[in-house]
């Protein structure tokens, strides 16, 4: 596509649901990044992906979070008993090649904005 | 671990006037350091970036920003501010010891232009 595409564009959960977000980054893209972005705060990295593969999860906050990207294309962010604390746009980011590259700029989703009620 | 600190959360410029977004940042190693400019309900869009050579970096929509090292800085500027300028702006650094771009943002500055 002509830009990574993030759906639904909003969800809204009661607490306790489970939610899952979907990114489809721009086609062949190697690298996929996953951000929350709490209101009036600068996004947080949450996890990455080099293809099919889960890099790096550190900054997944509780084992609640799940991500995949099982065939190193879409990918999907779940979220397991959803709490209010999670309210939070989630952005995806997509980038042409993998590590060591600078080169490569990072296209950003217009993100899905999580409300838990 | 790496941090950067966005001094002023709310900047107003006249429509024509100098622009300047304060941007401080701490890596225990070389950054690679980013301004980023988010539309409302919009992603994020590289607006440039710096990652070795020439201190002086030049973006997108006549925005530029420079490294100072000893100062531990990278100030964004633009000349002239434009209504369309309007937006919120955050600075970034990437540890490139890990080298991918997993990026760690300042709380942003939101900058309003003044007709």
């Known amino acids: 596509g002509a830009g990574v595409s993030q759906s639904p564009r909003y969800k809204v959960a009661k607490r306790g649901q489970d939610v899952a977000l979907r990114c489809d980054p721009i086609?062949?893209?190697?690298?996929l990044f996953w951000y929350q972005q709490a209101l009036g705060q600068g996004p947080e990295f949450l996890t990455y992906?080099?293809?099919?593969?889960?890099?790096?999860k550190s900054g997944l906050p509780s084992d609640r979070f799940f991500a995949e990207r099982p065939e190193g294309s879409v990918s999907t962010l779940k979220i397991q008993r959803t709490q209010q604390e999670d309210s939070a746009v989630y952005l995806c980011?997509?980038?042409?090649?993998?590590?060591?590259?600078?080169?490569?700029?990072?296209?950003f989703g217009n993100g899905t904005r999580l409300t838990v009620t | 671990a790496q941090s950067v600190t966005q001094l002023g959360s709310h900047v107003s410029v006249s429509e024509g006037a100098l622009v300047l977004l304060r941007c401080n940042y701490s890596?225990?190693?070389?950054?690679?350091l980013f301004w980023y400019v988010q539309y409302p309900n919009q992603g994020l869009q590289l607006l440039l970036k710096?990652?070795?050579?020439?201190?002086l970096v030049k973006g997108i929509n006549g925005f530029e920003a420079e490294f100072k090292k000893s100062e531990t800085s990278f100030h964004l500027t633009k000349p002239s501010a434009h209504m369309s300028d309007a937006a919120e702006y955050f600075c970034?650094?990437?540890?490139?010891?890990?080298?991918?771009?997993?990026?760690?943002f300042g709380t942003g500055t939101r900058l309003t232009i003044i007709p």
């Open positions: 980011a997509s980038s042409s090649t993998g590590l060591s590259s600078y080169n490569s700029p990072l296209h």
């Open positions: 086609s062949g893209h190697v690298s």
């Open positions: 992906f080099q293809n099919e593969a889960q890099l790096d």
């Open positions: 890596s225990s190693v070389p950054p690679y």
């Open positions: 710096y990652t070795t050579g020439a201190t």
């Open positions: 970034a650094v990437s540890d490139r010891v890990f080298g991918n771009e997993k990026l760690t």
